[in-house]
């Protein structure tokens, strides 16, 4: 079982990035995912959720609007778009996953990925 999170890179402010969080072992759509993120001297907070079953959505205040998330169980995919990047959006970034679940709380997540850098910076 294993999840593993890509698309991190360096990208000028205003500037867009998409993130893959792809599973292997186990089938995404049975579960809910949540990406994360952790600055530079700062705790890890949550970004955005995806529940499973309904695909309900959930985002933290300072990205709603820019960033979207999205399955696709054809991929076992689970996608984190982010537009109008900031420089305060720069962390390492990482996916979840809590089994047929409709939150993402961070203490509860089963399954982690290593997570991919986003930088944001002109």
């Known amino acids: 079982v294993q999840l593993q999170a890509s698309g991190g890179g360096l990208v000028q402010p205003g500037g867009s990035l998409r993130l893959s969080c792809t599973a292997s072992?186990?089938?995404?759509?049975?579960?809910?995912i949540g990406w994360f993120r952790q600055a530079p001297g700062k705790e890890r907070e949550g970004v955005s959720c995806?529940?499973?079953?309904?695909?309900?959505?959930y985002y933290a205040d300072s990205v709603k609007g820019r960033f979207t998330i999205s399955r696709d169980n054809a991929k076992n995919t689970v996608y984190l778009q982010m537009n109008s990047l900031k420089p305060e959006d720069t962390a390492v970034y990482y996916c979840?996953?809590?089994?047929?679940?409709?939150?993402?709380?961070?203490?509860?997540?089963?399954?982690w990925g290593k997570g991919t850098q986003v930088t944001v910076s002109s």
């Open positions: 979840a996953a809590r089994s047929l679940a409709t939150m993402c709380a961070e203490y509860e997540m089963e399954y």
């Open positions: 072992g186990f089938t995404l759509d049975y579960y809910a």
């Open positions: 995806i529940s499973s079953r309904y695909s309900s959505t």
